[in-house]
């Protein structure tokens, strides 16, 4: 991130797209940290985790796939055309989330035993809401970003995230129960679905194009395959720690078991904005990239090493000393950074190599699943954790050498590999220095 970042989320939609996910990872971190702070125990806590982990496993992946589809869709229509694409795009994902919450609706007793090990959570139909009206609103940064109007992304960011916090502190602090926080969060969803209908009414063209809603649909496909399976590789490891180890690990893991948020929001952002540019503009994109991609190095190594030598101290301090294991497990997810910070997946979606992407990402699966139910029972939490670091590392070099092989792009036209082999040493060294630092009992 450069100096001039919070000047740009007005002017450019990188920096304003990196901008709201920070807020978006952000919102959803405190409500973590508030529960805690607020006193709930630890069996509290992990029913509102619970349920919004099926709720996401549910929704997030699919919603997320349609999305990148439509970035990289989009650029190839006319005007006319794209009008039309936007408003099918988003019935597609209506007719989805419709049948999603639906199915969740009458067999969320099965679902929930099935992801969670839970037969009686309540609150569901709250969460069928939810269902009903989240998935689709990933489509509001998504035009904004293929309009280029990167204000109206930072101005709807402050308005619907300062609602989000408005309203989670009234649940946690003022009711203080999980109903009325997942009620809020629901509410909430609501609120962004109305949103998108506005820009749909002004952006878009209110047709039902059955030709172009089936293209897309096949193009979509493989995209939304690809990212259950990668998305979904979280909630895997989620479901394996249901399996093996008691209800009161699973907030410990889930704690612990994520990337630093600041590196999935500013790496996944640039990944999002440089697809639709590198659809209309290869060569030129690759070197923006390869630029845009050495400066987050500069930030996003030195904070992450810098991370692994204290989070022992900052989870006891935001959280509580009964999530110390946490640390250990984010630090181990700190590795992915290694793989994270190279985006070969941005050359496949401009080449439109949606069934190749497909199928490395079920390699990756079958990896990091085969490797989490091996190693969690050797050498417990931080076994799934490792396998999830390796599965990915499969993942990046499977996609590396694809481009090489068969599109002839070069990993060094998209990656600067001087600055980026020293900061791989340095990381590893410190990650293996707080090995030895700390005992996390």
């Known amino acids: 991130m450069n100096r001039n970042f919070f000047q740009n989320i007005y002017n450019d939609t990188t920096s304003a797209l990196q901008y709201h996910q920070l807020w978006r990872f952000a919102c959803s971190i405190l ?3 508030l529960m805690v702070k607020a006193g709930w125990p630890k069996e509290k806590v ?6 919004f ?9 699919w919603s997320t796939g349609v999305n990148n589809a439509l970035l990289a869709y989009y650029p190839t229509l006319n005007e006319g055309r794209k009008k039309i694409l936007l408003f099918n795009a988003g019935l597609l994902l209506m007719i989805l989330s419709i049948l999603v919450a639906f199915v969740f609706w009458i067999f969320h007793e099965s679902i929930l035993h099935l992801l969670t090990d839970h037969q009686e959570l309540p609150y569901t139909d709250w969460i069928t809401l939810y269902l009903i009206c989240s998935p689709a609103t990933v489509l509001i940064q998504a035009i904004y970003l293929l309009r280029s109007e990167s204000n109206k992304i930072t101005h709807y960011t402050h308005a619907i995230f300062i609602l989000q916090l408005g309203l989670i502190i009234t649940a946690i602090f003022i009711f203080g129960t999980v109903e009325a926080l997942v009620v809020c969060i629901a509410i909430w969803s609501l ?8 820009i749909l009414i002004r952006y878009s063209q209110f047709k039902f194009d059955s030709t172009l809603f089936r293209a897309f649909g096949w ?3 493989p995209i939304i395959l690809q990212f259950v399976l990668s998305n979904g590789m979280e909630y895997v490891d989620g479901i394996i720690v249901n399996q093996y180890f008691s209800a009161s690990d699973f907030p410990v893991f889930r704690y612990g078991s994520r990337e630093l948020p600041i590196t999935v929001i500013l790496i996944v952002s640039l990944s999002s904005a440089m697809i639709p540019l590198a659809v209309k503009r290869l060569d030129s994109t690759l070197q923006e990239l390869k630029s845009r991609t050495k400066k987050l190095m500069h930030v996003l190594f030195p904070l992450s090493i810098a991370l692994m030598l204290t989070s022992p101290f900052i989870y006891t301090y935001v959280y509580s000393s009964d999530y110390l294991a946490s640390a250990q497990l984010f630090n181990i997810y700190l590795l992915i950074l290694i793989t994270r910070i190279l985006l070969p997946q941005v050359v496949m979606y ?3 190599r949606n069934g190749a992407l497909f199928v490395m990402t079920f390699i990756e699966l079958i990896i990091n699943v085969s490797l989490s139910i091996w190693w969690a029972q050797s050498y417990g939490l931080v076994g799934i954790a490792y396998a999830t670091v390796v599965a990915n590392i499969c993942h990046t070099l499977m996609m590396i050498v694809y481009n090489k092989v068969s599109l002839k792009v070069f990993p060094t036209r998209y990656i ?17 220095a707080s090995t030895q630092m700390y005992s996390y009992g």
């Open 53 to 61: 982990f099926a709720a996401h496993l549910l929704s997030f992946a």
């Open 219 to 221: 193009f979509a496909i």
């Open 46 to 51: 992990a029913i509102y985790e619970l349920l």
């Open 350 to 352: 401009a080449r439109q």
């Open 191 to 198: 609120i962004k679905l109305i949103w998108l209908l506005m």
């Open 31 to 33: 409500i973590g940290v």
């Open 416 to 432: 600067p590999f001087r600055i980026y082999s020293i900061y791989v040493i340095l990381i590893i060294g410190a990650y293996l």
